[in-house]
């Protein structure tokens, strides 16, 4: 079946700082890729999403790019913000439907 | 343009009790969704629905969840009798359309917690 591995958290930043958080994933053909946003006592929010390899998706100066060859879609911002604290989701859904199979999440704290 | 609408937005029950959970979606939207997101890991779907229709309800509980969407629009998932391993947040969502091109939009939740 389908499956989706992140990095555990918390990940703890500086502002300013860079920002990696792994994602791998496991299907059966060919998904689309999604990085989800949970805000603190918010719903989930979509932050980016590719739909083929080496598709890069990009929002808010956060970035992944689809990596077939390596099953991964790793988040990446240049310069994180107190703002951008919250959870980040990974998740994917197979080619045809738009079910959702996600990641545990990882929590990002970012401090002034 | 209104978001996924929820209600309520916490409860707290004893084991054994039941509980109902509302959703409303964007308008205009075919698909709707349950998920329930336990402390620490990611949303699992419950079932989904196109328009007054299931499509997958392969991960429901079956024998004390229910769900149903009258009409084709608002959505209520029942819980009954709970269990205290069903202390979750239930997320409902929507999309236009199946497909993997559509957006799935999510509410903001109903916390459940069983005592």
């Known amino acids: 079946g389908n499956s989706v591995t992140q990095m555990e958290g918390p990940v703890t930043l500086s502002e300013e700082a860079f920002l990696t958080i792994n994602c791998t994933y496991t299907?059966?053909?060919?998904?689309?890729l999604f990085w989800y946003v949970q805000y603190p006592g918010e719903g989930l929010q979509l932050l980016l999403k590719?739909?083929?390899?080496?598709d890069k998706g990009s929002n808010k100066g956060f970035e992944a790019t689809y990596r077939k060859e390596t099953t991964s879609f790793h988040l990446e911002k240049g310069s994180v913000q107190v703002s951008d604290s919250a959870v980040y989701f990974c998740a994917l859904s197979e080619r045809g439907y738009s079910t959702l199979t996600f990641g545990k999440g990882t929590m990002l704290l970012v401090s002034p | 343009e209104a978001g996924v609408a929820q209600s309520p937005r916490y409860k707290i029950i004893e084991k054994r009790q039941s509980v109902a959970f509302w959703c409303n979606p964007i308008?205009?939207?075919?698909?709707l969704y349950w998920y329930q997101q336990i402390l620490g890991q990611g949303p699992k779907l419950l079932i989904q629905?196109?328009?007054?229709?299931?499509?997958?309800d392969s991960q429901l509980p079956k024998d004390r969840f229910s769900a149903e969407r009258l009409k084709g629009v608002d959505s209520t998932l029942k819980i009954q009798p709970a269990k205290l391993e069903d202390s979750a947040v239930y997320l409902c969502?929507?999309?236009?359309?199946?497909?993997?091109?559509?957006?799935?939009?999510f509410g903001e939740g109903s916390w459940l917690t069983v005592v």
């Open positions: 308008s205009g939207h075919a698909t």
């Open positions: 969502a929507s999309s236009l359309a199946t497909g993997s091109g559509n957006t799935i939009y």
């Open positions: 629905f196109q328009n007054n229709g299931v499509v997958d």
């Open positions: 299907a059966t053909g060919y998904p689309s």
């Open positions: 590719a739909t083929k390899a080496d």
